[in-house]
């Protein structure tokens, strides 16, 4: 049986599945509180954390149109998501994978708290599904131990709803600008001790640009057993059939003023990435009292075409468990708490590639089997000598290994392991109930995926080292009056930063260890309540990203990320009427190269959403972008020395108006 067939029998199971209960008003309290306690043990996670990490509510995005994590955490604080086409996005913390032109590294993805990266770090955004979030949480840096995630960037981890988080229906429809439509259907039953959750979603539209059409059809669910009061079990499945054209990248002047082109080879050989996966896992939580335990195991299979210079076609297993334990009690007469947790994960990588011919597969001229293990194991002791302060110690051990066999030449076989520990220290001081300041010390590893330590024509691995650093982070987070707030300064001196550069538009960069380089900031968001019926919602960052006295590049800035980065909305009215004007501003934009040769342009982008509440549980709304049509550069693929004929840029998306309707009982 196809995905697609899977998927549309989800369909039929969403149609039977008992969506509505007898008295829907204790149905919507029931959910309520249930939610609203899981949104309370989250922000309770994160005011143990001594450092930057944030929640984002689906409710903050519900009312646009949320496709990609540029739409979803536009607000969460110190997290640099910008649009490429579709769903694939210039995801970084903390100037975390900037070496890499395309896709994901530096970052731990996780839904429901299971990592959806392949087991050697590298990771795709188009298997998480926006629509059925109902929060995001982000954990900046080594503040993401709890999810075994050791890299300057750390983790984001969304949560997808239950049988008793959820409303018994869900609708969504929307569509607008570029051909766009959107669908979503969702369903929740609980009854006694056993709930469920089913969602499937589909989305199509034919993109800004000449190819970068998309097409995807998602199924996510769930069905949780209460095994007992103190256990219950969960079991999560998720489908998806994702087809993205790829329109690539244009040089400077055709971004600027002719930014819907693409290149005329991601024409004529169909450049695309289609995916078809599936993904099951099992959660078990143990509630023991001061003491709870979660485990769970997960797999992970996956099929990739992509037709880009080559036609790159793997077929991926990843399969894991993990194990997570949070105790609380006493220490020599003190309040003690402690987290220990372990994940490991293996995964295997059926690589071939083929001469593109029109987007399909010519003569075979890769085939090779990559095997990659990744292994993580954490704890924290949280010790509070007073009731308002914990003194914080964390330990996390990295272990990887990758192995590739070449069915063609034997010559290029190689493995390689590394084994790497990351000590951490911090304070948590929460002076008033609603403020907190914070700060910690700690050391980060990124591991080289599969994409840096094999680069043709080169014999085996190339020898790169693992990407280490040592990051001083301090901040406060709060409310008071008419202010909420979250703010971090952080300062973190790596070795051998994982950097990449574009040696050709259609190939991916090579990469090589740098010297010392220096990634500092602030990452910041505000919130004012200046009514009841208006609030200001504000995020800033600075990012100071350079070499130091490196031979080459001497005090360079890195390329890729701008230094700041300002983004407002003004939420006006109420539940019946909302109106939000909001701003995207960055003043001077990144170097394009390391030699700081050429800078991006600067640009602003006024926006404008509102909804209207058109019954009980029925609202629409419409979601407006780029008004003025303003140009720009959004992302850069890096060179060493840009020219006007370097093909490294993507441009910002123009004009879009998308409105649509949502109803949930």
């Known amino acids: 049986m196809t995905s697609r067939s899977l998927l549309l029998a989800g369909a039929l199971l969403l149609a039977a599945a008992p969506a509505f209960a007898e008295d829907t008003a204790d149905v919507t309290i029931t959910v309520t509180a249930q939610r609203d306690a899981e949104a309370e043990q989250a922000r309770a996670r994160i005011a143990r954390t001594p450092g930057g990490a944030s929640v984002t509510q689906a409710t903050e995005f519900a009312d646009k149109l949320a496709i990609n994590f540029r739409d979803t955490l536009a607000f969460a604080p110190g997290v640099f998501a910008q649009a490429r086409y579709g769903e694939e996005v210039r995801l970084s913390i903390r100037g975390s994978g900037t070496g890499r032109g395309f896709h994901l590294r530096g970052i731990t993805l996780l839904q429901d708290g299971v990592p959806i990266n392949l087991a050697d770090g590298g990771g795709d955004f188009q298997e998480l599904d926006p629509a059925v979030f109902q929060r995001i949480e982000v954990y900046r840096g080594a503040n993401a131990l709890r999810y075994g995630a050791s890299s300057l960037g750390g983790a984001i981890n969304a949560i997808t709803p239950t049988g008793r988080t959820a409303p018994a229906l869900a609708l969504r429809v929307e569509g607008g600008s570029f051909g766009t439509v959107r669908a979503m259907a969702a369903a929740s039953f609980a009854d006694g001790p056993g709930d469920g959750f089913l969602a499937i979603s589909y989305l199509r539209d034919d993109g800004y640009r000449a190819q970068s059409a998309q097409e995807k059809l998602r199924l996510n669910g769930n069905i949780g057993l209460q095994l007992g009061e103190a256990v219950e079990t969960r079991f999560y499945a998720s489908l998806n059939h994702v087809e993205q054209q790829v329109p690539g990248t244009l040089n400077r002047s055709a971004a600027l003023t002719t930014p819907r082109l693409a290149p005329a080879i991601n024409i004529a050989n169909d450049y695309a990435r289609d995916i078809r996966s599936l993904r099951l896992q099992n959660r078990t939580a143990f509630d023991l009292g001061a003491t709870q335990i979660e485990a769970g195991l997960f797999l992970n299979a996956k099929d990739l075409f992509h037709p880009i210079f080559q036609v790159i076609d793997q077929k991926s297993t990843d399969w894991g468990g993990y194990a997570r334990l949070d105790t609380a009690g006493e220490v020599a007469g003190l309040k003690a708490e402690a987290t220990l947790g372990t994940t490991l994960r293996t995964g295997r990588v059926a690589a071939r590639q083929y001469i593109n011919t029109a987007g399909r597969r010519g ?259 419409v979601d407006a972008r780029n008004l003025a049509d303003k140009r720009g550069i959004a992302d850069v693929s890096a060179v060493v020395s840009a020219t006007a004929a370097s093909a490294i840029y993507y441009p910002v998306e123009g004009r879009a108006v998308f409105g649509g309707v949502r109803t949930s009982f």
């Open 363 to 621: 003569a075979l001229t890769a085939d090779a089997e990559q095997f990659a293990d990744a292994l993580d194991g954490y704890g924290e002791v949280r010790l509070y000598p007073v009731e308002s302060l914990a003194l914080v110690g964390g330990l996390q051990f990295t272990h990887g290994k990758r192995r590739t066999v070449n069915r063609l030449d034997a010559s290029r076989n190689a493995s390689r392991s590394y084994n790497e520990w990351s000590p951490k220290i911090g304070a948590v001081w929460t002076p008033l109930a609603d403020m907190q300041l914070f700060a910690n010390y700690n050391r980060a590893v990124e591991l080289p995926t599969f994409s840096e330590i094999v680069q043709f024509p080169i014999i085996g691995f190339v020898p790169l080292d693992p990407q280490r650093g040592w990051t001083f982070e301090v901040g406060t987070r709060g409310r008071a009056g008419i202010a909420a707030w979250d703010v971090s300064v952080y300062r973190a001196d790596l070795r051998g930063e994982l950097l990449g550069f574009t040696v050709d538009p259609n190939v991916p960069a090579a990469t090589f260890n740098a010297g010392k380089t220096r990634h500092q900031g602030v990452e910041a968001g505000l919130d004012l309540k200046l009514s009841p019926w208006a609030t200001l919602r504000q995020v800033y960052q600075f990012n100071d990203f350079r070499f130091r006295n490196d031979a080459q590049y001497g005090d360079n800035r890195i390329a890729v990320v701008p230094e700041h980065l300002y983004r407002a909305e003004l939420q006006l009215g109420t539940d019946a009427v909302r109106v939000s004007p909001n701003i995207e501003w960055v003043p001077r934009g990144a170097s394009a190269d390391y030699r700081n040769t050429t800078r991006n342009p600067g640009y602003a982008l006024l926006g404008l959403s509102g909804s209207v509440a058109l019954a009980k549980g029925i609202r629409a709304f």
